[in-house]
């Protein structure tokens, strides 16, 4: 094993000593590679690929086969960090049966060390029969991207008492499966702090306030590089952007008036 891997026990160790977890959803091998090189615990294949990568309005269209693409990449990059891939919207709920195959096809082919699946009480059957077979599972409830079209656009989940009783039965049904970890996703501060207060599972938070183990967010959200959209949790720790198009813009116009290339970077005899 590479040293200073960061596993499962890993992990779990760090929620019980009560040190915070960072984690990255991200697509390819050199922003894997930065990620590995700092140290962020684990990296997630997010299906956010679908919008962030492929344009997609959504992360409906996404493809099991393309999913196990980007894992196998970020996989090359990602050395040492706890590397998590996204189960795909239709890969795992038409049965326990194809969940179960589906689920060991992307840890066979990628190398990654566990799968992600949206849902609570629903899944639980198949979460159980996951853990099972050997694969540690992630949960993912609150907001959950495969669901947009019956959430009619992105919400936050948990304000009313309906929806906070419903997300802390999901939780306890996930934890009580065997998942080991649950990212909640767009849950009021307060409800995320409460299931965290009880939990076993690790919780990680996107847009759910400071009170979880750790917490996620897209790559290009937190380099600046997503400029149409700019959800409430997301903090931006440098505008990518920005400077993307200013080294662009210089490259046009230096191309255009014959600066580049100069001597420094043409080839002699
Ligand atoms: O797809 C994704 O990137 C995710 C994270 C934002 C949690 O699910």
Partial sequence: ?????????????????????????????????????????????????????????????????????????????????????????????????????????????????AVKLEGGEEIAPLVDKLVRAGIPVVGHIGFTPQSVNLFGGAKVVGRDKQEEEK?????????????????LESVPSEVAKEIWESSVAITIGIGAGKHCDGQVLVFHDLVGLVEDIKPRFVKRYLEGAKLFKEALNRFKEEVEKGIFPSEEESYGR
């Fill in 167 to 183: 997300l802390k039965r999901d939780f306890k049904a996930l934890e009580d499966a065997g998942a080991f970890m649950v990212v």
């Fill in 1 to 113: 094993m590479v040293k200073g891997k960061i596993t499962l026990r890993t992990l779990i160790g760090k929620k019980k000593k009560g040190q915070k977890i960072s984690m990255i959803s991200t697509y390819d091998y050199l922003s894997a590679r930065f990620c590995d090189e700092v140290g962020i615990d684990s990296l997630l294949v997010g299906d956010s690929l679908g919008m962030v990568f492929q344009g997609k309005e959504s992360t409906v269209p996404v493809s099991l086969e393309e999913m196990i693409y980007h894992a196998k990449a970020v996989r090359r990059g990602a050395k040492k960090a706890f590397l998590i891939v996204d189960m795909p919207f239709m890969s795992y709920q038409v049965s326990v049966e194809q969940g179960l195959q589906n689920c060991g096809k992307v840890l066979k082919e990628t190398g990654a060390e």
